[in-house]
């Protein structure tokens, strides 16, 4: 923990030249310190040399006018995503160093002080979830939904981008804590009273509190805008009953999110209020109860877990469907399922703190709770075995993550059921048995599914193919990491060995956590992968162009279009005759054929791009920065920057542009003609250079 | 969603813009949804009330504080600034004079403006026995509740201050009457939320 | 009657029944005639009878097909909110019996 002296307290607040890592690592050269600097350093020379290039090609004005001024829900979409995976290298490397020091540290002080693993531990969940997790899934939505379900865009495209530069401010207040103080020790779910400030006295709970606030108000309204997007802007004839099964995981994704991220919000703030006023909500002393905080935070905690789960399922419904090349088994049964999933999620929170002291019956109540959540869970594994189940299955990379995936995540539900069992959980809570146990669940449950993701509709949305031998490669680490860095902690977690230890003093675990942290260097190893498949097939994309835009033999109307979509998506909105329109007409004889040129055009609108939301989500940021060192003049002039930005927006007119029928026409008709010049390819040759985006009818 | 008339309060849009009916409807639905989000938000701080409500450590006590008097002024405050509010919606949907329209608006703001300084005058008072929120739980929960829901009513009226611009600037047109239904709505809720407030906070508080 | 009409009037009888349960509400604290859990009983009913007045009267929601999905909305908010509380004072009174037994 630093202990700096203020320098200048009237402009500064709290800041001293001892919060700065290079300071630190000037007077006490540690590894660890030395650490810590280099991950600053790392900060800002990336932040330079990122600045630089843009300067160098003159691409700022391009960047700031075609990107993050943009209302268009599928560049927010990509800005997501490229957020997250920023996010994730670093998560991932910090658990990297984490891995190292416990494979080191046994009988030993290891390379890194208690507060240092303390940080790395924080950080990495905090950024796991709300900066990897729920960008990447809130990004993949935001692209794929308005497509799946014929719209032009978001219900609400401003508060879209505001949303996304909550997010973005938010991370850059955690990639701030890297460079300007510290950040909480308190782990991701930054408990009370240890994080009140008679125990945590710095700056590193206060970054915690904003960026975690920000990102969850930044995750309502991304919430609260699909679920209005779902309800309002289906296409015509589309109803419920009719959507992809990724529209209806959006869907209770985005409820889950509208209900489920004000309890951290409350949480978050009255942690705040007891360490800025003074107040008691979860202080030991005059009536404080920190359980209370406990209980809150897992009152948005448990439906987080399905708010970061669900879209995967979604995915993994698009791709095993496609990829089997039939219809999802049990359509019906999978939407009940999700459903029941989202309601029952708010039923569960408990089984998160079983061991508080409440009475057995309330354990034993949560318990069965939680025990039937795996219910519909289990419904929806038998739903997509019978999808393959005679189908025509292809082994590419998204088949290859969603098979992986089944098999995992039942591994680790079953170790789920056993932490439901209230005895049981006493006996491993707060062990590695949970680390393990919520990464075997996370890991499958989120990130295969967002990586198959990518891999499935990046052709979508760049035009070109993902390199096929990279993507095995990657995936191969993924899997083998996983196993390998995770499973020993079973065994090490039902031995009793704690999660967040820094020094081990159990000669007997040496192995295990030599095993796990071969397996962090794995995945370490899958998410270099991922950036070389991104460098090669940027490099051959000439080779994999799939602009008629259907290169899977697509069920949903996001493969209609062309690849990547016009920024109004659809020339003409479709009607919508059946669950898989595009496929149904793609293939069945006597249906209209998909790719004929529609009877006539219209004028369409759509919203210009905005400032006013950069403005207000890096001025929150500010704010939260303000609060952080205590520079409140700092936090006033944010909050009224944002409180203008949002007045001199609703006294705008004239925030619409429209494109006229006769440019869509051009555009559109071009595209058909070159969409007839394109060879159609079968299936089986849908990773191989001859597929430019065109299917091949098989009657 | 085609019905003729807009379900909330049947807004007439006339053909004044650029935005139709439908996107209206959406633009309500989704007023809606952050509502009911807003609505979770409360629900939790009553639910730490309801938990922190015997946590007085020693001092001031419910009963000691709350007085039914200002609590009764207040609710019938915020009740009829509710009512004009509903008055107002009714003149803007059926164009009468722009003068009625800004009268029931007025009346509005200046009935959450008294409300406002006689909640801070409770909170005054509550100050002046050292009935503070650093004093115990029970009053840092009572001070994040109900100073909420303070802060809700003074962004309410901030806001029906814009709106009162925004018609001065561009007259009637469908963006304004979208909003202004909005800030309805938020008024009306903010209602909703003070009879759980006073039910549960002031009346319980003076239970027995 | 005219639209107009028709709606002052519904206003006005928000206003009104919410007045008078108001004025119950504050009567049966103000001069108690039961004991204790028997008042707080009655003043949370009539809160949520008021509540369910100012849902109908001030922001129009009803059974009509209209405004389903705002009905459906603030149902489904209903449930996940009593889940919440009841669930948040269940959860914790129990926790304070045990601590304080």
Known sequence: MTVSVPLWPAVLGRFGWQDLPFVRVWENPTISEIIGAFAGALVVVGAVVVAALLTRYGKWRYLWTEWLTSLDHKKIGIMYIVVAFVMLSRALVEAVLMRMQQAVAIENPGFLTPD?????????????????????????????????????????????????????????????????????????????????????????????????????????????????????????????????????????????????????????????????????FFTNDLGGNMMNYANMFWLFGHPEVYILILPAFGVYSEVVSTFSTKDLYGYTSLVIAT?????????????????????????????????TIGVPTGVKIYDWIWTMFRGEVRFTVPMLYALAFMMTFVLGGFTGIILAMPPLDYLVHNTLFLVAHFHNMLIPGLLYGMLAGYYYWFPKAFGFRLNERWGRIAFTCWVVGFYLAFFPLYVLGASGMARRTQAIFEPSFRPWLYVAGVGAFILLAALTSLGIQLWVSIRDRAKTQVEAGDPWDGRGLEWSVSAPPPEYNFAVLPLIDGRNPFYDHKHDEGQPDPYASPAAYEDIVLPRGSATSVVIGLAAAVAGFGLIWEIWGLTIVALQVIVAAVVLRSFGRDQHRTIPAAEVARAHEAWLTRVRATPAVPRQLETAAVNRGLAEIVA | ???????????????????????????????????????????????????????????????????????????????????????????????????????????TLGLGLVFLALEANDFATMFAHCAYPMRSGFLSSFFALVGLHGLHVAVACFWLVVMVGQVCAYGLDARVRINLLRLGLFWHLLDIVWIAIFSVVYLQGNIG | MSDRTRELRTYAIGYGLSLVLTVAAFAM?????????????????????????????????????????????????????????????????????????
């Open chain 2, 1 to 107: 969603m085609s019905e003729p008339e807009l379900s909330h309060a049947g807004l007439n849009l006339g053909d004044t813009g650029e935005l139709t009916q439908d996107q209206a409807e959406n633009a309500i639905f989704g007023f809606w949804i952050f509502l009911m989000s807003d609505a979770v938000i409360f629900a939790l701080l009553f639910a730490t009330y309801g938990t922190m409500i015997a946590s007085t450590v020693g001092g001031p006590t419910p009963a000691s504080e709350f007085k039914l008097l200002p609590a009764f002024v207040e609710t019938l405050l915020l009740l009829t600034s509710s009512a004009t509010f509903g008055r107002a919606t009714i003149a803007m949907k059926y164009d009468e004079p722009r003068r009625v329209l800004f009268g029931w608006l007025g009346a």
């Open chain 1, 339 to 371: 459903m029941a999933i989202a309601v029952l999620s708010f039923t569960v929170w408990v089984h998160h703190f079983f061991t508080m002291g409440q009475s057995a019956n309330v354990n034993a109540a949560f318990g069965i709770a939680t025990m």
């Open chain 1, 116 to 280: 240092h693993f303390g940080q790395l531990f924080s950080t990495h969940g905090s950024i796991m979830i709300f900066f990897m997790a729920m960008p990447f899934l809130t990004g993949m939505i935001n692209y794929v939904l308005p497509l799946q379900i014929g719209a032009r865009d978001m219900a609400f495209p401003w508060a879209n981008s505001i949303a996304l530069w909550l997010t973005i401010g938010a991370a850059g207040l955690m990639m701030a804590s890297l460079v300007v103080g510290e950040f909480s020790t308190g782990g991701w779910s930054g408990y009370p009273p240890y994080t009140e400030r008679a125990f945590s006295p710095g700056v590193g709970v206060d970054y915690w509190i904003w960026a975690v606030t920000l990102g969850s108000i930044g995750s309502t309204m991304a919430g609260i805008n699909i679920a209005c997007t779902v309800y309002k802007l289906r296409a015509p004839g589309m109803r419920f009953m009719r959507m992809q099964m990724f529209a209806w995981t959006s869907l209770c994704t985005s409820i889950l999110m509208i209900f489920a991220m004000p309890p951290l919000t409350v949480a978050t703030l009255l942690l705040a209020l007891d360490r800025y006023l003074g107040f008691h």
């Open chain 3, 29 to 101: 604290v103000r001069w108690p005639s039961f004991g204790a859990r028997a008042i707080f009983g009655i003043v949370l009913a009539l809160g949520l009878i008021q509540m369910a007045v100012q849902f109908r009267c001030f922001l129009h929601i009803s059974f009509k097909r209209s405004s389903r999905h705002d009905l459906q909305l603030i149902l489904f908010s209903a449930l996940i909110i009593a889940l919440m509380v009841s669930g948040t004072l269940v959860i914790l009174f129990n926790l304070r019996g045990r601590m304080m037994g």
